[in-house]
């Protein structure tokens, strides 16, 4: 993954963020959103792609409006897709089947006998 070619490929749209914030919030666009393409990248090696493409499809979106700079909820909103595509095209190791050892399966059997004693004592005497 080419983070910096990445970062080129990100389209912005920028308008008013919501919240408190007086004349200055009601003036100025400062809420980003950052818009990218995942079937357009050439940041994404074609491996990469269908694995982002599988997990989070063809357009990956995301909105910072936390600060009061239009640049820094840029930043913010640029490292939200950068995380969303690491994790996207992390490959997750297979879970190996494993099975109970010889020892483990004698001890629940025990403990089965054990507590089946244990009712069997409890029961009333029928004589």
């Given amino acids: 993954m080419d983070v910096e070619s990445i970062r080129s ?6 308008s008013r963020s919501s919240g408190p914030g007086g004349q200055h919030a009601n003036k100025s666009s400062t809420r980003a959103e950052a818009i990218f ?3 357009q990248s050439l940041g994404l090696s074609a491996a990469e792609r269908t694995r982002v493409l599988d997990k ?6 995301s909105v910072a409006q936390d600060e009061r700079s239009q ?11 950068l995380e969303q595509l690491r994790e ?4 997750r190791r297979k879970r190996t089947a ?3 050892t ?5 001890r629940r059997l025990d403990d089965k006998k054990r507590r089946g004693e244990t009712k069997r004592l409890r029961r009333d005497v029928d004589d």
């Fill in 9 to 14: 490929e990100i389209a912005f749209r920028f």
């Fill in 37 to 39: 393409d995942v079937e």
């Fill in 56 to 61: 989070l499809g063809p357009v990956v979106r």
């Fill in 71 to 81: 640049l820094r909820n840029r930043e913010l909103a640029t490292e939200r897709i």
């Fill in 88 to 91: 996207a095209t992390k490959i």
């Fill in 98 to 100: 494993t099975k109970p």
């Fill in 102 to 106: 010889r020892a483990a399966k004698e």
